[in-house]
T-cell receptor, first 110, second 115 residues
């Protein structure tokens, strides 16, 4: 089955700084989802990428899927305390379900 | 539509007791998924339904776990003879089969604590 590795496991950034979270797959990605989760709550959908080289942005968050479709990155520009949380990448496995990475914990210091 | 609803939000139970959780998906969605998430980990797939048919179950789903979706709408997840290792967040999600690009919508989860 597909496995996703996220890096870093956690990071602390100063408010206003940029940051990048990576998600690497053991297999070709046919659909890659990014979610955000606050502690103890459900998952909030951020973006979904399907095509190699695809890039999507929403507010200050940009996600990319590399050409070989085995790695995705999530970039946050000018981080704010509201960006704090757990970021999860999920791979669409055969169109039947999502398989998730372990998540990246982001803390933003103000 | 208010999204995916899960009930209860929190459940504390004594070891050995049975618990049941409910999930109401987005009404237009024909697929419903159950996941389990422990602290510091991503959600782990348990099972999913398309309409009322249970199409896949994970090896994580022991015999003490059973899920149903009798009319193809809401679903229940029951855990019998709970153990401390069952303590986790149980997440429900729904989607529309064949429209993967539209994504999976998750509920707020049910946090189970077994004491």
């Amino acid at each position: 089955s597909q496995e996703l590795e996220q890096s870093p496991q956690s990071l602390i950034v100063q408010e206003g700084k940029n940051l990048t979270i990576n998600c690497t797959s053991s297999k070709t990605l046919y659909g890659l989802y990014w979610y955000k989760q606050k502690y103890g709550e459900g998952l909030i959908f951020l973006m979904m990428l399907q095509k190699g080289g695809e890039e999507k942005s929403h507010e200050k968050i940009t996600a990319k899927l590399d050409e070989k479709k085995q790695q995705s990155s999530l970039h946050i520009t000018a981080s704010q305390p509201s960006h704090a949380g757990i970021y999860l990448c999920g791979a669409d496995e055969y169109g039947n379900k999502l398989v998730f990475g372990a998540g990246t914990i982001l803390r933003v210091k103000s | 539509d208010t999204g995916v609803s899960q009930d209860p939000r929190h459940k504390i139970t004594k070891r050995g007791q049975n618990v049941t959780f409910r999930c109401d998906p987005i009404s237009e969605h024909n697929r419903l998924y159950w996941y389990r998430q422990t602290l510091g980990q991503g959600p782990e797939f348990l099972t999913y339904f398309q309409n009322e048919a249970q199409l896949e179950k994970s090896r994580l789903l022991s015999d003490r776990f059973s899920a149903e979706r009798p009319k193809g709408s809401f679903s229940t997840l029951e855990i019998q003879r709970t153990e401390q290792g069952d303590s986790a967040m149980y997440l429900c999600a729904s989607s529309l089969a064949g429209m993967g690009g539209l994504g999976y919508t998750f509920g707020s989860g049910t946090r189970l604590t077994v004491v």
